[in-house]
T-cell receptor, first 113, second 109 residues
Framework: GAVVSQHPSRVICKSGTSVKIECRSL??????MFWYRQFPKQSLMLMAT?????????EQGVEKDKFLINHASLTLSTLTVTSAHPEDSSFYIC?????????FGPGTRLTVL | GQQVMQIPQYQHVQEGEDFTTYCNSS?????IQWYKQRPGGHPVFLIQ?????EVKKQKRLTFQFGEAKKNSSLHITATQTTDVGTYFC?????????FGKGTSLLVTP
């Protein structure tokens, strides 16, 4: 099946720094990728939809200036958490869809100290 | 917007007992998917149900999709300790997935 990779798998950073997370579709082209966030012991919440060559669509309550999404190619979407704070510590997962099937990246665990 | 409710939030069973988690959507779904997540891991796809009234089985797991395509259930027969984890349903309205809050299953030997 299709493969989605994410990098890094884990990142620890200091409060106030920015962190970039990459999501790649390895064997297919993804015009759309979805970014989810999962806080500890909670469900996955859709943050934004990344569209290749155009602006991302953000869900209500997600700050677009804080979570910068760039989808510059058909195989790469990046999520940058700017000026990260401890409350941004979470598990970030990207997915892409082929037909009705969602393919998940392995996730990035962000810890902000 | 679409809401997906899942119950129960937690379930603690003895090994060998059955387990069921239920999922309800506020809107009709194009399909529903089930995922299992172990602590520290990412959600792993289990199955997708597309047709109204569909029932699918995977060994001890039985998945059902309601006739109205708004509810679903996952039933595990004779649980084992390897079944421990959080089970999420996710409704697909044709766009992104909308996840339920999950049911955390604990199985004690």
């Amino acid at each position: 099946g299709a493969v989605v990779s994410q990098h890094p798998s884990r990142v620890i950073c200091k409060s106030g720094t920015s962190v970039k997370i990459e999501c790649r579709s390895l064997d297919f082209q993804a015009t759309t990728m979805f970014w989810y966030r999962q806080f500890p012991k909670q469900s996955l919440m859709l943050m934004a939809t990344s569209n290749e060559g155009s602006k991302a669509t953000y869900e209500q309550g997600v700050e677009k200036d804080k979570f910068l999404i760039n989808h510059a190619s058909l195989t790469l979407s990046t999520l940058t958490v700017t000026s990260a704070h401890p409350e941004d510590s979470s598990f970030y997962i990207c997915t892409s869809k082929i037909g009705d099937t969602q393919y998940f990246g392995p996730g990035t665990r962000l810890t902000v100290l | 917007g679409q809401q997906v409710m899942q119950i129960p939030q937690y379930q603690h069973v003895q090994e060998g007992e059955d387990f069921t988690t239920y999922c309800n959507s506020s809107t009709t779904l194009s399909n529903i998917q089930w995922y299992k997540q172990r602590p520290g891991g990412h959600p792993v796809f289990l199955i997708q149900l597309v047709k109204s009234g569909e029932v699918k089985k995977q060994k001890r797991l039985t998945f059902q999709f309601g006739e109205a395509k708004k509810n679903s259930s996952l039933h595990i027969t004779a649980t084992q300790t390897t079944d421990v984890g959080t089970y999420f349903c996710a409704g697909d309205s044709g766009y992104a997935l909308n996840f339920g809050k999950g049911t955390s299953l604990l199985v004690t030997p």
